[in-house]
């Protein structure tokens, strides 16, 4: 290996300065001072108020555009920049830190203004960052409970709460927080995997247990799921040893939703091969264009066919904490598994992602194994708390501290009000797209994803690939010169444009603002050809 | 689906609240206001800043003990108390969030107090979680690169400098950061699964190709891994649909390291018996004992097999950093992958965890998939720096926010002196234990873990199981009683105590008066028997 201080810039080739173990002390304490700590904080409070009253009220760029490589060379020289002080003042690092600060706030993505209007990542509220701030500066972590159990206590109570709000009995059914949709759904659909084939856990999706010994008979598993669903609903399958190629895609209807009852006669089909069946996948809502699928009806059919029911309502589980769309996931309680992210519809920061079983029994069934270190023979009435029997993650940060802090100062009615704000807003944002007429809405909205075209008169006629690259070039240009940030999509392999209104912040001006700015970047576009 | 406003206390059953826009729009205002957020944020900080002075002169208890249904319940009334005011004013909404905040702190757990000997999660540099706060209050993240211009480029650059104090050339290797050791380990040995089985991400274990036709060859893939790697290694091979019956534990010498000579006899048994070797998992180190395994021969060894070599170096990599250490980690830079991660010698903040891949070529094997409205093809250079494409993860906060920011201020001179001074500590703590008559160290300690037992007078001749549950009753008595922080383990089936010096404030004071706090403690337990 070769030796990293002669590679360093920042290390001075005459000097061994970690040499004198009292100087090593205190440049740890330095770094370590509750002081210093208290005039960045201070700094840094104020910094981030500004910059959140700058954005909201739009007066900069959205995204702060630059290519990849600038930005990654000023992040690696800030790095190596200070090389030139052995032993900076408090003051110099109070300062120091401010600037850099400054640099990421000027060089970030500023989901806080209201033209942002992307993907399914919210402009959160301002304030979960501070309560997950608490979690970082103090490092509350779980995996056993005694390590954050404050943490712990948090993550389970908003575990009851919201398991409640989807319609279940206290005490009936289980949860956990994951860091994100993909590793939540992946950790179901094992829950699922394990549950519905015998012996897999130990002796893999190889292993002879599961399926009777007769080898016509011994045909890989499969995963039924939403022919739209997320991308990661296929790579679970791909990550789970049962093969990307053996995700059946289940056949929608004209809303892009499952069929239930083609899905009934797939079910039917798999179960006349033989083939063991691992889950059907339904989605609340699919991200393509936010379409929520029947789950009443596909309970029906999973129930029929003894089939584990998931739903991937990672967007779309918020719906349960409204009046005005709670109809759209009527059935959700009878889901076998579900995925609710709070860091998409309930609007805090990246990531705290929900995993909910309905049956409590279920809870420690996608892992079976002990760490003798971690889970304490001594107290064994404890690991009913320790969340590292339940997730992926072993060490895991305190991701619900922003939820439940929000929850705990505004109560439940803001984020219904979030859900119906937004909700709204995709309906009037359909009705003008349809009044304009050049522009192409691609769907009746059921949320708040919208997907449409810009098709101005010049293009009336052109062929559908010249007509979706166009849709990608205005994209690209609208969103780098700052105006708006929208999101590419394709529809029917032609490329389209697509919104989440996922800022509670935008309004029905915006919209006006986006058609013209559409159309101002679109008239550039042709004129260029 | 039952109705979510009857059973919440926190509705007053006679009005429907969200009933007007206008009113709707003002709470969502509020709730969003960056003036509530300065308040709120000076009120954290000064609180922050007095916590962090408070535990680090020892002034309260470490671990704030109390039973989980106690904490839980407190939590839950948390979220059902905003129910008395419709519509608080700002200067209440500050009020009550300091009142929270201080609940956090008082009922959490204070890494920062030097008697925290814990698990290997550290007392956290402060100012990594203001770094991270920022990417929390203006919810940066990444998937694709635009929707984290300055995170991507935050978590590329660190990588770059990472990689090269591994010891590798730049350009040549690669490596990303995800939610914790165990989804990175999991990673990258669904990646070593992938490059080992061909055809298995498409067709499942259970696939076809992957194997010669004749059935007596079709043997289950196997990894091997050191006898007591951390417990998400058999768990990876339970996830990866290999089994955790598959997982061939590999021999130790006395020191509790990969003996490469038996390893070289297992992989030769293997390929003889014709059975795929997904893996060899190498530690550095190995939970338990902290032992670091003999990387330069293991990959002798792995390269004589060609077998894939994985270093769970999540603890130990660091010590590449450390001009004292780096001796510990010789031949890390021939790992195919390894995971590194910087929440625990590095300093920072849970979750950030590093996979590299030596082999730059590797970086997409672990997935082979595409999201039409998440990777632009109108720009493809751009999919390079998006991270979706290499992570379980699809969108990811910016988990490197506090590391980068730190090493900005302070350079890579403070995270050499924070091994140093921590494995330097491990040491004198072993020299302590060795020459007290009463404690028994269970190994000599290559870092800053260590395994030993108390054995007071009266227990001298106890049978084993007997020594071993007085080991875990007093590290419960001691934990519980808020004056130090230590883990339970066992060794050879019996319990024991463990230590892992995290918190580079600790002194050698606070091992003599650990010793005292046992001594005492045991005296009680063995006076109530």
Redesign the interface.
């Known amino acids: 290996?070769?030796d990293?201080?002669t590679?360093?810039s920042?290390?001075p080739a005459c000097a061994?300065?970690?040499a004198d173990?009292a100087e090593?002390?205190r440049?740890?304490?330095a770094?370590?001072d509750?002081?210093?700590?208290?005039a960045?904080?201070?700094n840094?409070?104020?910094q981030?108020?500004?910059?959140?009253?700058r954005v909201?009220s739009s007066s900069a760029a959205v995204?702060?555009?630059?290519p990849?490589p600038e930005?990654?060379a000023?992040?690696?020289r800030?790095?190596e920049?200070?090389?030139s002080d052995a032993a900076?003042s408090a003051a110099m690092?109070a300062e120091?830190?401010a600037g850099?600060?400054a640099?990421?706030?000027d060089?970030?993505?500023?989901?806080?203004d209201p033209r942002y209007i992307?993907?399914?990542?919210?402009?959160?509220?301002?304030?979960?960052?501070?309560?997950?701030?608490?979690?970082?500066?103090?490092?509350?972590?779980m995996?056993i409970?005694?390590?954050?159990?404050?943490?712990?206590?948090?993550e389970?109570?908003?575990v009851?709460?919201l398991g409640?709000?989807?319609?279940w009995q206290p005490g009936r059914f289980a949860g956990f927080v994951t860091?994100?949709?993909?590793?939540a759904n992946?950790t179901a659909l094992?829950t699922a995997r394990n549950v519905s084939l015998a012996g897999?856990?130990?002796?893999?999706?190889?292993?002879g247990d599961q399926l009777p010994p007769n080898a016509s008979a011994r045909r890989?598993?499969v995963l039924v799921a939403h022919a739209e669903a997320?991308?990661?609903i296929?790579?679970s399958?791909?990550?789970?040893?049962?093969?990307?190629?053996?995700v059946i895609r289940a056949a929608l209807d004209e809303r892009r939703r499952i069929d239930p009852n083609r899905l009934d006669e797939t079910l039917a089909r798999l179960r006349a091969e033989n083939r063991p069946i691992v889950a059907v996948v339904a989605c609340a809502c699919a991200?393509?264009v936010g379409a929520f699928d029947p789950l009443e009806d596909i309970a029906d059919v999973c129930r029929r066919h003894d089939v584990w029911m998931h739903v991937d309502a990672a967007h779309g589980a918020a719906a349960?904490?409204?009046?005005?769309y709670?109809h759209l996931?009527?059935?959700?309680?009878r889901a076998d598994s579900l995925v609710w992210d709070a860091?998409k519809m309930l609007f805090v920061?990246?990531?705290c992602a929900f995993v909910f079983y309905r049956d409590r029994e279920r809870r420690f069934e996608a892992?079976?194994?002990?760490?003798?270190?971690?889970f304490?023979?001594?107290?064994p009435g404890?690991a009913?708390?320790d969340s590292g029997l339940k997730t992926?993650?072993?060490?895991?940060?305190a991701a619900a501290?922003?939820l439940?802090?929000?929850?705990?100062?505004?109560?439940?009615?803001?984020f219904?009000?979030?859900v119906?704000?937004t909700f709204?807003l995709g309906r009037l944002l359909y009705e003008k797209l349809r009044s304009a007429s050049d522009f192409e809405p691609l769907h009746e909205p059921q949320c708040n994803i919208v997907v449409f075209r810009h098709v101005p008169e010049a293009l009336r006629d052109a062929p559908p690939e010249r007509l979706g690259?166009f849709q990608?070039?205005l994209?690209?240009a609208v969103?780098e010169s700052g105006e708006f940030y929208i999101?590419?999509?394709?529809v029917g392999g032609v490329g389209a444009l697509?919104v989440s209104i996922i800022n509670?912040?935008t309004t029905p001006d915006h919209f006006d603002a986006l058609l013209a700015a559409l159309r101002e970047h679109g008239r550039r576009l042709v004129a260029r050809r």
């Open positions: 290996m070769s990293p201080v590679q360093s920042a290390m061994v300065p970690g173990p090593r002390r440049r740890i304490r770094a370590f509750p002081e210093l700590f208290r960045a904080g201070r840094v409070v104020e981030l108020a500004d910059h959140l009253s909201e995204l702060n555009w630059r990849p930005n990654v000023a992040a690696r800030l790095l920049e200070h090389a900076p690092l120091r830190f850099v600060v640099t990421m706030l060089r970030g993505h500023n989901l806080h992307g993907h399914q990542v919210p402009a959160s509220v301002p304030l979960a960052g501070l309560f997950d701030a608490v979690g970082s500066v103090t490092n509350q972590v995996a409970y005694e390590m954050g159990p404050w943490a712990s206590a948090v389970t109570a908003m009851e709460v409640e709000q989807i319609g860091h994100g949709g993909s590793l992946l094992l897999v856990w130990e002796q893999g999706v190889r292993g890989s598993p997320h991308y990661c296929a790579r399958a791909g990550i789970l040893g049962l093969g990307t190629g053996n991200t393509p349960c904490l409204s009046d005005r709670r996931v009527a059935g959700l309680d860091h920061p990246a990531l892992f079976r194994q002990d760490a003798p270190y971690l304490d023979p001594s107290a404890l009913e708390f992926v993650e072993c060490t895991k940060r501290f922003g439940w802090g929000v929850w705990t100062l505004f109560g439940r009615q803001l219904a009000d979030m119906d704000e709204d690259a990608l070039d994209r690209r969103i999101v590419p999509t394709a697509r509670p912040l």
